[in-house]
């Protein structure tokens, strides 16, 4: 069964950094998008980075400048997080768009906590 662990997160002053990392486990054959999703309180989840199987990135515009995706292996990818600020806050979701036992797949992860501190 295939599965995204995330770690990382927590809480932070406005200005500061965060690491999230997100490792997929599991009978996993090829994985072609893996990237970071966010969800604030009353808010529909959105796109924060994604990252493809030949390294092309795409970043949501709030964003770009500050964060950066990177894999640290096939099945790792790593968001470090800069100058971070309070609308930052949210939930942070890993994506992984991915061929396993059933086919090609959408999984996510359980979440991790992002809270920035004005």
């Known amino acids: 069964q295939v599965q995204l662990v995330e770690s990382g997160g927590g809480l932070v002053q406005a200005g500061g950094s965060l690491r999230l990392s997100c490792a997929a486990s599991?009978?996993?054959?090829?994985?072609?998008?893996m990237g970071w999703y966010r969800q604030a309180p009353g808010k529909q989840r959105e796109l924060v980075a994604t990252?493809?199987?030949?390294?092309?990135t795409n970043y949501a515009e709030s964003v770009k400048g500050r964060f950066a995706i990177s894999r640290d292996n096939a099945k790792t990818v790593v968001l470090q997080m800069n100058t971070l600020k309070p609308e930052d806050t949210a939930v942070y979701y890993c994506?992984?768009?991915?061929?396993?036992?059933?086919?090609?797949?959408?999984?996510w992860g359980q979440g991790t906590q992002v809270t920035v501190s004005s």
């Open positions: 994506n992984a768009d991915l061929r396993g036992l059933s086919g090609r797949r959408n999984y």
């Open positions: 599991g009978m996993i054959f090829s994985i072609n998008v």
């Open positions: 990252i493809t199987s030949d390294d092309s």
